[in-house]
């Protein structure tokens, strides 16, 4: 809730949030298994936020998703499967649209699997080679960055995997989204897609392949901005970016 109040102003006065941490991520827990780690449902997960709703008897107020990076994929997947339980969504940075190739062979290959665990058990050397990589200038710094945070430490190196294979059945489907959105007009229901400019993690590329499915309720959209989107000049670009496109849907 402490990041994701930062984007508190792009709704309206009074609006309330509830923050949903990621499984194996901000302290959230799962169930107490080792090998290999629970797979989250995305159907679960929506009878869980429908329960929580329920007990604080809100009443019938509208109800939008809001998802940053991988937050964006698990917002995608709820909207596609129940989409008239939602009234908006606003995906920012959003992973979901693509699936890398390291993803797909990390996660959904043996090989994968056990690459990442030998990674696991050969930290520092797998360390040492991305700073040389970057040294000879074969990736670019941002990813040194990225890879060299994603394997500080045995605890880091675990939660990615988990985190991976945890939520691996929440990608969404371009088919069953396309047929979403066609009746997204008929509710008055928007989604909007905001990547960063300068976003070199999830960047603009990734999401045109799905710009064909929209209609005058979808909007994919950009800012200036890196992959983080949390600072207050962002957050008002951002609301700023949102409004326009809303104000020109006929």
Do not use: C
Request: net charge neutral; aromatic share 8%.
């Amino acid at each position: 809730m402490e990041e994701m109040g930062n984007y508190a102003p792009l709704y309206p006065e009074g609006t309330a949030m509830l923050s949903v941490g990621i499984a194996h991520q901000n302290g959230s827990t799962v169930p107490d298994v080792s090998d290999p780690p629970p797979v989250l449902a995305p159907e679960l997960l929506q009878q869980a936020l429908s329960a929580w709703l329920e007990e604080l008897d809100l009443g019938e107020v509208p109800r939008s998703l809001l998802g940053y990076s991988l937050g964006g994929r698990i917002a995608l997947a709820l909207f596609e499967r129940r989409p008239e339980a939602w009234s908006g969504m606003t995906l920012l940075a959003a992973d979901g649209f693509k699936k890398n190739p390291m993803y797909r062979f990390a996660v959904e290959t043996a090989l994968g699997r056990a690459t990442w665990s030998w990674v696991d058990r050969q930290a520092d050397t797998v360390r040492s080679v991305i700073r040389g990589l970057r040294k000879l200038r074969l990736i670019p710094a941002h990813l040194e960055h990225f890879a060299l945070h994603h394997t500080q430490d045995h605890a880091m190196r675990q939660l990615v995997a988990n985190t991976w294979k945890t939520h691996r059945q929440f990608w969404p489907r371009r088919d069953h989204t396309a047929d979403v959105w066609r009746a997204l007009p008929e509710r008055d229901v928007h989604v909007a897609a905001v990547f960063g400019s300068r976003d070199a993690i999830i960047p603009w590329g990734w999401s045109r392949p799905w710009h064909a499915l929209g209609n005058n309720h979808v909007h994919f959209l950009q800012v200036e901005s890196g992959h983080v989107m949390r600072h207050p000049d962002t957050v008002l670009a951002l609301r700023r970016t949102i409004l326009e496109a809303l104000d020109e849907t006929p």
